[in-house]
């Protein structure tokens, strides 16, 4: 099972003012996903948005393996990302990943410490720095990012995103809008493309409606498809 299979919807937004005058944050909120490789069904992902206990937010995505050779290995993984927001755009705080297979346990620890600029990473045994950028985010609240950027009109995105061993710029833009039919409904949708990377992927937003995508394409990494099930909030 891919590590990325949501993440690879890394768009988001710049500058942070840009979101902040037109944008809000989001409430709380649970979205399911279904996810097939190949057009064959392999598994389910869920992602949550909750605020934290100390003013900051957590965003939380469990993926398990439900078919094929994911199901077989027991494959899952789960990302907690904790964040605050300056204005209304996600900055990182700290990521915890853990990949669990048959025989095999992987982790990965962020953490960003804002007062010295400075980004820790913990994969496995090893250990790594770099300089923290003001409003960076980790991969997994990219999605989140891009969602109040559609809302803010933008049609061209980059962030800075930290990464295992440096903090990358990443941009993308708006190539038209489509209608989409995924197991949650069908929706006008903008497609969005990554500019500056060529392993390729393509996702569908609703701006105004759900700060998440709809659909999810990742031709990278195994012809990878997530689509929206149900999305809910308390």
């Known amino acids: 099972m891919s590590t990325r299979i949501l993440l690879a919807a890394a768009l988001a937004l710049s500058p942070l003012a840009g979101i ?22 392999m598994g389910e992902a869920t992602v949550t948005l909750r605020p934290g206990p100390d003013g900051s937010w957590i965003l ?30 996600p900055e990182a705080l700290s990521y915890d990943y853990r990949l669990v297979t048959a025989g095999r346990d992987k982790q990965r620890h962020l953490q960003v410490d804002w007062p010295k600029r400075q980004v820790s990473v913990q994969d496995g045994k090893h250990a790594s720095g770099y ?18 950027a559609l ?7 980059s962030l800075p995103v930290g990464v295992r061993q440096t903090v990358e710029t ?17 929706f006008r949708a903008e497609r969005i ?3 500056d990377d060529a392993r390729g992927f393509s996702a569908w937003y609703v701006p105004g409606r759900y700060p998440l995508p709809v659909k999810l394409a990742q031709r990278d990494g195994g012809n990878l498809v997530l689509e929206l099930v149900t999305y809910s909030q308390p």
């Open 131 to 148: 300089p923290a950028q003001p409003g960076m985010v980790e991969r997994n609240t990219l999605p989140l990012a891009v969602g109040l």
């Open 20 to 41: 902040a005058a037109t944008a809000s944050a989001p409430r709380p909120f649970t979205a399911r996903y279904q996810v097939s490789q190949d057009g064959q069904p």
């Open 170 to 186: 990443e941009t993308f833009r708006v190539a038209g809008t489509e209608t989409v039919k995924v197991p949650a409904g069908s």
């Open 193 to 195: 493309e990554r500019s």
């Open 151 to 157: 809302d803010a009109g933008r049609q061209r995105l």
């Open 60 to 89: 939380r995505k469990d993926t398990k393996g439900t078919a094929g050779l994911a199901a077989l290995l027991g494959a899952s993984t789960r990302e907690t990302s904790r964040f605050r927001w300056q204005g209304t755009v």
